[in-house]
């Protein structure tokens, strides 16, 4: 069931809707009762997927035009209404971020998407990062009668676009999708219950080519002959919250424009994939004959030593109770355009970080960017979140743990999870899932013991007996 699970793509460039029709047969097949919400997300069609115990099987039939998969497959199904009752939330999103290159996926015959078991452990794309805890969630419900009556109902909810900025939660909250005081939310923390995180800013800037730059990139692109030269950088793909100390591919070409006449014209510059990543590749093309005036190396160059000193004041705030425990940046994507350079980056700062502090950094590079004629904009910024560890719901979750033979420990994550969503809306969010991030030494062949996945399962059912029954 894993294995075809990861074989369906929900990367960025292909969306959950396909996902969550899989999702959605399933759960039928264990008479469930379904609602799956369709949007959109940057032109690519997306599903968030609700699930809930509180119905028979002749209120689950579908139409045998689920079997197609068309256009109409959605609409097919039994929907569950958003309940008003209080519910338990046993949240996972279930997008996944790019593989990157094929070639880094050795564990899993270069293909990210083909689930390979190998001595106990699932490899593939998703196998902790959290498509296979929704299954380990919606296995735990359905170890419970159809007919069972509940005090406070489970519902067991799968979101798309946590990769890029928590898309799905956000709409399913707009839309009042569910109705929740609790939360336990799927991430990789080694089966730890993960009660604090660090917040989230997407700094976008964008640094203008001169109009003189901008003729010679034309003119030049329309000559027969050419005097350019191409370099290649590699860095190391892995999620930018592990990436402290892990070589990017995006700061190797800024240490290269530093090393070279600033009158040199910038003909293209492109890296990264996603800028929740540390970037595994960045090209540079450059002509050594020209001489420019006001051109983009200075700049680049003024940019990347402002990240630099932002950096270095970022290594003085420290929250001890995460590790790193500074605030981080990450040049995640570069990209050179007709008419500028367009660079985002991802800072993550624990909640040590007051909004004065963040203000401060933000007002900085802003002024700074526009001496060098550009923009600085903020896409998307999550603050961080911290769970009171005297909570009844702390010390419930801890004492299954224990009773189960588990670790009973919490630790704070230096990553920004949909936690930050549900915290501001008042309701008590833990995290929760098998394997770890830092079990592969990069991104690609990440995987999960099976043994763990069976634990998680039946964590999920003791937590639903305690709180639900």
Known sequence: MCRQFIGIDTSPQSGTREAALWLQKLAISYEMKVEVQEETLNGIEQANIFIRRDGSSSESN??????????STIGAMTQAAPSKKEEFLLLSHFDTADPGSPSLWTENML?????????????????????????????????????????????????????????????????????????????????????????????????????????????????????????????????????LGVENAINKAMEYLIQIPESIVIMEIEGGSNHNMVASHATLEIDVNAGVSDP???????????????GSDFLINRDEEFNPGHPTMNLGLIKSHEDHVHITVACRFPPSVNENDYNSWLDRVQIATTKVGGECRVSDYKRPYRTDLNSDFVK??????????????????????????????????????????????SFSNQFVNINDLEKSIEFYKAMIERVCL
């Open 62 to 71: 579908v139409d045998s035009s689920l079997e197609s998969n068309n256009e």
């Open 111 to 243: 293909n990210p998407f083909h689930g390979i078991i190998k001595d106990g452990k699932l490899y593939g794309l998703g196998a902790c990062e959290a498509k296979i805890d929704l299954i380990c969630k919606i296995e735990a419900l359905n170890s419970f009668d159809v007919k069972q009556k509940w005090k406070i109902e489970p519902v067991v909810v799968g979101t798309f676009g946590e990769e890029l900025g928590m898309h799905g939660l956000l709409r399913a909250m707009r839309k009042n999708k569910f109705s929740t005081k609790l939360a336990l939310v799927g991430e990789p923390s080694g089966q730890r219950l993960i009660y604090a995180g660090k917040g989230y800013a997407v700094l976008d800037f964008y640094i203008p080519f001169s109009k003189e730059e901008r003729k010679y990139r034309i003119e030049h692109n329309l000559k027969e002959s050419v005097s350019t030269q191409s370099k290649l950088f590699k860095g190391t793909a892995t999620h930018s919250s592990d990436g």
């Open 296 to 310: 983009m190396v200075k700049k680049l160059r003024f940019i990347y030593g402002l990240m630099q000193e932002i």
């Open 396 to 441: 419930t979750c801890l004492n299954v743990l224990s009773s189960k033979d588990m670790i009973a420990e919490c630790v704070a994550l230096p990553t920004c999870t949909e936690m930050t969503l549900l915290e501001r809306k008042g309701i008590v969010s833990l995290g929760f899932g098998a394997g770890t991030r830092k079990d592969s030494p």
